[in-house]
Nanobody, 123 residues
Framework: VQLQASGGGLVQAGGCLRL?????????????MGWFRQAPGKEREFVAA????????YSTDSLKGRFTISRDKAKNTVYLQMNSLKPEDTAVYYC?????????????????WGKGTLVTVSS
């Protein structure tokens, strides 16, 4: 499975961005998809995920209400809508996939990773 993330960029605090992750090389609907991020000098952390069926979504408590994950099976794409961005959201954002994952969204458990896309939020 190959993953290609896009949509990052520079945005002012309070703004919004939508990240996309296009998947290829596998049956998209068989994979749970997640977004992770890594800020400079910090460990990679979980942001949000959606089950392989698309029926369940998960996100870090601190980001609920601002970040929303969704998937379009027809386009083999998963999205991360980010609203009310803050400077502390600045990071490289990665999408990841794991076969039929529905729980336990730790980075170490995700089998496939895309190259990240940089999000920079200015104050």
């Amino acid at each position: 499975v190959q993953l290609q993330a896009s949509g990052g960029g520079l945005v002012q605090a309070g703004g919004c961005l939508r990240l996309s992750c296009a998947a290829s090389g596998g049956t998209f609907s068989d994979y749970g998809m997640g977004w992770f991020r890594q800020a400079p000098g910090k460990e990679r952390e979980f942001v949000a995920a959606i089950s392989w069926s698309g029926g369940s979504t998960y996100s870090t408590d601190s980001l609920k209400g601002r970040f929303t994950i969704s998937r379009d099976k027809a386009k083999n794409t998963v999205y991360l809508q980010m609203n009310s961005l803050k400077p502390e959201d600045t990071a490289v954002y990665y999408c990841a996939a794991d076969y039929r994952r529905t729980t336990g969204w730790a980075a170490i458990r995700m089998e496939y990773w895309g190259k990240g896309t940089l999000v920079t939020v200015s104050s």
